[in-house]
Every structure is written in C-alpha cells, then in structure tokens.
C-alpha cells in the first residue's frame, strides 16, 4: 500500500543551525501537508503543497514539494528554540485519506 | 485552540473493556478525522467521516468502530481493549480547503 517515508526521526542542532526534514512517498501524491506537534501538544497544520515543484516560504521555513509530486522538504533556517517539536508530512492521493510520516523530532540546544 | 473539542482528556480501563471517544468537530467543517498516536509514534489514519457518511478506512482494528451523527460531533468505540490500544486519540475536523485542525486528544490507558 503506499507509505510515506520521513527521515531523519530525529535531528539535534545547536541555536542558529539549519534544519531539514524530508518526505518520500512510493506513488504520485494530489497534495501534501505539514504539521508541527509541540511536546504534550496536538498537530497543527503549517502548510499545504498542491503543485508539481511548488516552493512557499513561511518566515524562516522554506517548504518544497518535488516535480514528481512524490516528495517534499521542509528546511528551518537559522533554528530557534521555539522551533522544537515533531513535524510531521502528511500526503494524499486522489484527495483521499491522509498518509503521515513518522515525523521528525526536533531538538534545538540554546 | 483549534476550535475541535474531545472528551474526556484521559480515559484509563481495564482490558476487556468498552469505552466511546467523543469529538466535536470546528462549527460548519463536515469533515471529521480519527488518528491513533502511540508513544513516541507518528500518527495512524483509523477513520474519515464526511457529513455522517463514512468517507476512508485506514489501519482501524475491527474491535474499533466510529460514526458520525446528524450535528456532525463523532463519537469512536474502542471495544475488548488490550494494553496495545493504550495511546492518544486525536480527532480532526477540516475545511473545504481540506486543512485538518486537531483536537487536544484523548489519552487512553489500559491497564
């Protein structure tokens, strides 16, 4: 069935370092979401990708979605503390139901 | 907060036991969600609901069941519970756009 592959599960940086986390699915997504989930907190939507090699910006966080429309990036530039939590990608097919990658677990050290 | 509401916060049971998760959805979305998250874990698809009718299935155990009623809340059943079901239960409800906002959640412990 089809998955969507997240890597790395974790990632620790020091204050000020960049940060990607990238998502890979085995078929052609319609659309892709991201989300961030603070510690002890629920999902909250960040963004969604709908076109083949979209790229939007949102301050500091750079999000792509691939020509192939089957995978997407996420980049944080220069990490603050408030970035920390786990994003995760959500992807679709035909608009159907949503396939969430296992999330990237981000710790930002002061 | 998201505008999703889901009772209780915390449920703990037995095994063996029956216990009904309750969501209400964001006022006008019709769209109703139903993710499993164990431990450390992402998130699992169980269930998408869409204006009382049953929209997807994912990975949702048989001993699972979900409906959504005519005011759009959604109530999901956990039946014969094991301590393999102990998790947090996240609801979704979303707008046309098909952005998902999340409730807080219900952690279950079975014990």
């Known amino acids: 069935g089809q998955q969507v592959m997240q890597i790395p599960q974790y990632q620790h940086v020091q204050e000020g370092e960049d940060f990607t986390t990238y998502c890979n699915s085995s078929t052609t997504l319609s659309n892709i979401q991201w989300y961030k989930q603070r510690p002890g907190g629920h999902p909250v939507f960040l963004i969604q990708l709908v076109k083949s090699g979209e790229v939007k910006k949102q301050k500091r966080l750079t999000f792509q979605f691939g020509e192939a429309k089957k995978n997407s990036s996420l980049h944080i530039t220069a990490t603050q503390t408030t970035d920390v939590g786990t994003y995760f990608c959500a992807g679709q097919r035909n608009f159907n139901k949503f396939y969430f990658g296992s999330g990237t677990k981000l710790n930002v050290k002061p | 907060d998201s505008g999703v509401t889901q009772t209780p916060k915390h449920l703990i049971t037995a095994t063996g036991q029956r216990v009904t998760l309750r969501c209400s959805p964001r006022?006008?979305?019709?769209?109703v969600y139903w993710y499993q998250q164990s431990l450390d874990q992402g998130l699992q698809f169980l269930i998408h609901?869409?204006?009382?009718?049953?929209?997807a299935k994912g990975n949702i155990l048989e001993r699972f069941s979900a409906q959504q009623f005519p005011d759009l809340h959604s109530e999901l059943n956990l039946s014969s519970l094991e301590l393999g079901d102990s998790a947090l239960y996240f609801c979704?409800?979303?707008?046309?756009?098909?952005?998902?906002?999340f409730g807080p959640g219900t952690r279950l412990l079975v014990l």
């Open positions: 979704a409800s979303s707008d046309p756009k098909e952005t998902q906002y």
């Open positions: 006022s006008g979305d019709l769209s």
């Open positions: 609901y869409y204006n009382g009718e049953e929209r």
